[in-house]
């Protein structure tokens, strides 16, 4: 029997992860937050996971060095998703893709009379993307990280995030000026292994469908019974 490898990635997602890969019966033999190790065994034989830097889940599972991964939304328009099954969205890792700018910067009006924007980003692709759909031209600046930066510093008027809370931005004198879309992880599946492996694949991506029905019949109940406290 072969094994069948699912990318994770260590950070805030693994959080979500863990409980749904749980419920779907898969569960490591060492917790990854703890364990040094980047292979893990799981309860199930001939299943194993790895541990990934967020960015390059898709590329693993891509060339098939895993046959699952989970990434969100963001990474995988970023990433490109051609070559890769993308069967569920696992409901886990929700935010939001915004553009933002210093309080007080009049976004709206600046476009309007058509000043060439600079905005900085991890996801420059998705910006692009984006802006040119609304047939604006702005100069992209690529960053890494701590994006909330740039427009204190001087060095863009927007950035392009990721937001959940909000705590962030406001931390920084950042507000909203755009939403772009709704963020949340997703299954992708090797399409090659899927064919190979199917006897061994299709059972788990079934067993995690399941898990993540059960998740958001069980959120929905819970809201419905906060309604009902009402
Ligand atoms: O950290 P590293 O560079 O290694 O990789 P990564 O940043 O890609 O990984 P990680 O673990 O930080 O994020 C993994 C995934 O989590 C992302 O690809 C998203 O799909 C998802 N996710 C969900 C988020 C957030 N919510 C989120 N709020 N990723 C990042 N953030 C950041 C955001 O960029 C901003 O700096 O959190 C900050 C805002 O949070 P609030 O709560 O203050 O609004
Ligand atoms: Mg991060």
Do not use: A
């Given at each position: 029997m072969s094994t069948i490898t699912i990318a994770l990635s260590k950070g805030r997602i693994l959080d979500e992860t863990l409980p749904l890969l749980a419920a779907a019966g898969i569960t490591p033999v060492e917790d990854p937050r703890e364990s040094r190790k980047l292979i893990l065994a799981t309860n199930r034989p001939g299943v194993a996971v790895v541990i990934l830097r967020a960015s390059d889940v898709p590329t693993y599972v891509e060339y098939g060095a895993a046959d699952l991964g989970v990434a969100g939304k963001d990474v995988l328009l970023e990433h490109g998703s051609?070559?890769?099954?993308?069967?569920?969205?696992?409901?886990?890792g929700r935010c939001r893709l915004v553009v933002a700018t210093q309080r007080g910067f009049d976004w709206a009006t600046s476009i309007q009379r058509g000043a060439r924007m600079r905005v900085a980003s991890k996801y420059v692709r998705t910006a692009r993307e984006h802006f040119s759909a609304k047939g604006m031209h702005v100069d992209l600046i690529k960053l890494y990280?701590?994006?909330?930066l740039a427009p204190l510093a001087g060095l863009a008027d927007a950035i392009v995030d990721l937001v959940s809370t909000g705590n962030t931005l406001k931390a920084n004198d950042l507000v909203v000026v755009e939403e772009i879309m709704p963020i949340s992880s997703r299954l992708i599946v090797n399409p090659a292994a899927l064919k190979l492996k199917r006897g061994q694949a299709k059972p788990l991506i079934d067993a995690i469908a399941a898990a993540v029905e059960a998740a958001g019949a069980g959120a929905a109940a819970s809201a419905a019974g906060a309604g009902g406290l009402r």
């Open positions: 051609e070559g890769l099954y993308q069967p569920l969205d696992l409901g886990i990280g701590s994006m909330e």
